[in-house]
């Protein structure tokens, strides 16, 4: 199952001859298979061995993690990351979270503070991202760190995760398993709509727990909330003992993020999404939550309910397979019912309103 391509092509159109952040230059670094065949195998040992092999050899092999379908290379392998890049439409500018076995992995890459390793003994394995400095012999390709000075990292709860990462021995950038700006994949299926012939392997472990990406807490003098995600606010600024700061406003632009998941346009399905509806135009998919309180809910064409009981981490988990399926209803738009804000409600209104920025 090599990655090699016998027939590609140099990227022209994705990257070209333009230089990233600080002068990366990014021309060159991988070509495209336009053969590639994508291999599904169910998670397991021969899975994870396979997995292993391909990530050393400078392939793509996308996996379940607790929060969505990550897209693993090489953290160290520049061209692996290129062709990561490629293979996601990913703007070259966006950085990537290198994923690590243990803490001590993670203390190779990045240096901790003592707000910062609290937050990590609580946490991790989990859902949550730290934005830290780098080492000084941080391992991670400067692509994937997009040129910054800083480095994201985590470690993630998923066994199937957790378990290639140790047979690679080494960090795993691993961004959502999906194109760019679509919405992020909680399946094994949704992953090869996606990305089939883009990339070398799938493994299977069926559907993710949480359901949105992870929570990045960027670990500055004052701990900023960067992306709100399956970890909630109240539950990380327990242990700091203080609130998390809000970004800058720079950092909410389409400029170079500091972290992923801060494009303006971003999770978005192909049908326009229109936020906190209180009634339902006609030929409109309805989006709702807990008890249906909209008014015309039967010119709905379609309608799907995150949680018939209110229960946001239910409505977390079902969020992103639920927007792919009323994308393939040919509907005029998705309506939204409003969610509260609190608790993973934070999260999950985090992606629509980006989801409704549009592509």
């Avoid at 977390?316 to 409003?338: Q, S």
Wanted: glycine share 10%.
């Amino acid at each position: 199952m090599s990655h090699t391509p016998t027939e590609g092509r140099l990227i022209a159109s994705g990257f070209g001859d333009r230089k990233g952040p600080q002068g990366i230059q990014l021309r060159n670094l991988v070509t495209v298979d336009t053969g590639l065949k994508t291999h599904v195998l169910p998670a397991g040992a021969a899975a994870t061995a396979t997995a292993a092999g391909v990530l050393a050899e400078g392939g793509l092999v996308a996996f379940p993690t607790e929060t969505v379908y990550g897209l693993g290379a090489d953290a160290g392998n520049a061209s692996a990351i290129a062709r990561l890049y490629e293979a996601k439409g990913r703007p070259a500018f966006n950085p990537l979270i290198a994923h690590v076995a243990d803490l001590g992995a993670a203390r190779r890459i990045a240096l901790f503070d003592g707000q910062a390793l609290r937050l990590a003994e609580a946490f991790w394995p989990g859902p949550l991202t730290l934005v830290l400095p780098k080492a000084l012999s941080c391992p991670v390709a400067e692509l994937a760190t997009a040129g910054l000075d800083t480095v994201a990292v985590r470690i993630p709860a998923h066994k199937v995760a957790r378990d290639i990462i140790k047979a690679f021995g080494g960090a795993v950038v691993a961004p959502s398993a999906n194109l760019s700006g679509h919405v992020s994949p909680t399946t094994a299926e949704h992953v090869n709509g996606d990305l089939a012939g883009r990339i070398d392997m799938i493994v299977d472990g069926g559907p993710v727990e949480v359901g949105v990406e992870s929570t990045i807490v960027g670990c500055f003098s004052d701990p900023v909330l960067l992306r709100p995600g399956g970890l909630t606010r109240a539950e990380i600024e327990r242990v700091l003992g203080h609130p998390l700061q809000s970004p800058p406003q720079e950092a909410e632009s389409d400029s170079q993020p500091i972290a992923p998941g801060m494009l303006a346009s971003h999770y978005a399905p192909r049908t326009p999404v229109r936020l906190n509806a209180s009634d339902v135009h006609v030929g409109e998919a309805l989006l709702s939550f807990g008890p249906v309180r909209v008014a015309r809910r039967e010119c709905a064409s379609v309608e799907m309910n995150l949680s018939e009981r209110g229960d946001l981490a239910e409505a977390a988990a079902n969020l992103f397979g639920y927007l792919r399926t009323l994308d393939k209803r040919n509907a005029d738009a998705i309506a939204v019912m409003p969610i509260p804000e609190d608790g993973l409600g934070e999260a999950i209104n985090d992606r629509l309103r980006r989801a409704a920025v549009g592509r």
